[in-house]
């Protein structure tokens, strides 16, 4: 008889640091409690999730901060009847947990609750999200200008040989933005989805700089000017590089009653470059200022068109470039906006 009973401890006792070894192994928090909340088993993972130091037997289960009371969800899991609980947990801010809880029932007085840290998924969904409505934003003007095109085509304009090829061509241009702007948008739902580099080439500043002046659509009194060496390469995604710089001239002609847009990009060093969309246009109030890459900002009621989705995409199209964008602005002092990129080293510029 004592020799069964001492078998049996021994089984359990294999058994118990089995299941604790295979506990350590796990990536998700386990925690059991009793009825006073005390912890009888927990692995590593939970102690490190819940911010705890180290989760030993008899310790009080700990409350992870945020505005979820972890206690009482644990405690409803020795209410009668209970059944399983499932909640989302976040601790702090930008960090998300899935919790769930199996409840104390059928003779056992322990509960469980496992912890797993969604917060890389449930990041890339939201970004996913978002890339999608930012890309329908996007796509929306240059489709909206070739309908334009068409319909005044087929009112007439068409029998009207100077005004059926400057809609004609009006159409080729929208549609080869459209062409690029599809292809950035792809490249940047890779970079952002699968978390693969962005593929680097050299593209020459000047002309594409150039180029963009030249497509803007200026209000009367306003003028374009840029100021870039003739042979500085930047390292870029080409077509994503030309959305950012597209999306901030476009934001500057929206905000520009009077004055000049200049559009420009200088060497910083042997490694790197700047690259900067300056206005003297009606500038963003200093408490509206970190709210401009937000989706859908529209600044205030007098503000006019707003900044829209565009530099929402901007902001995601640097970062994937492996930059960042700085807004400087004053009130009635125009806006500056300046990114920095790998340069291409090929001699004096």
């Not at 299941?19 to 088993?41: P, S, T």
């Not at 993972?45 to 989760?55: N, P, T, V």
């Not at 900044?307 to 929402?312: R, Y």
């Amino acid at each position: 008889m004592r020799s069964r009973m001492q078998d049996s401890f021994a089984r359990l006792q294999r058994d118990r640091t089995r299941l604790r070894h295979l506990l350590e192994r796990l990536d998700q928090g386990v925690v059991a409690v009793d009825r006073e909340l005390r912890v009888e088993l927990a692995n590593a993972s939970a102690a490190r999730l819940l911010d705890a130091g180290k989760l030993e037997q008899g310790d009080r289960l700990p409350e992870p901060g945020g505005d979820f009371a972890l206690r009482d969800f644990a405690l409803k899991l020795f209410e009668e009847g209970a059944t399983l609980e499932h909640a989302r947990l976040t601790p702090r801010e930008a960090v998300t947990y899935d919790l769930v809880g199996i409840p104390a029932s059928n003779g056992f007085t322990t509960a469980i609750l496992v912890l797993t840290d969604i917060t890389m998924p449930e990041r890339r969904e939201r970004a996913e999200r978002e890339f999608v409505e930012n890309a329908a934003h996007e796509l929306r003007t240059p489709v909206a200008a070739i309908q334009g095109a068409v319909e005044v085509l087929q009112a007439g304009a068409k029998d009207i040989p100077e005004q059926r090829d400057r809609f004609l061509s009006l159409i080729e241009r929208q549609t080869g933005r459209l062409t690029r702007l599809g292809h950035a948008l792809l490249v940047l739902a890779r970079a952002q989805t699968t978390q693969e580099p962005v593929r680097l080439e050299p593209v020459l500043l000047r002309p594409l700089l150039q180029t963009i002046a030249a497509n803007l659509e200026l209000r009367p009194g306003v003028g374009v000017d840029v100021d870039c060496p003739p042979n500085l390469e930047a390292l870029a995604e080409p077509d994503l590089l030309e959305q950012v710089l597209s999306n901030l001239a476009l934001n500057a002609t929206m905000h520009t009653e009077a004055g000049e847009i200049l559009l420009a990009a200088w060497p910083l060093d042997e490694r790197a470059l700047a690259l900067e969309v300056r206005d003297t246009g009606k500038g963003i109030p200093h408490r509206e200022r970190a709210r401009v890459f937000d989706r859908f900002y529209r600044g205030e009621p007098s503000s006019g068109d707003g900044f829209g989705l565009g530099l929402a995409i901007v902001r995601q199209a640097v970062a994937a470039l492996g930059g960042t964008i700085t807004i400087d602005s004053r009130p009635a002092g125009g806006t500056v906006a300046r990114f920095t990129l790998p340069r291409v080293l090929t001699g004096p510029v």
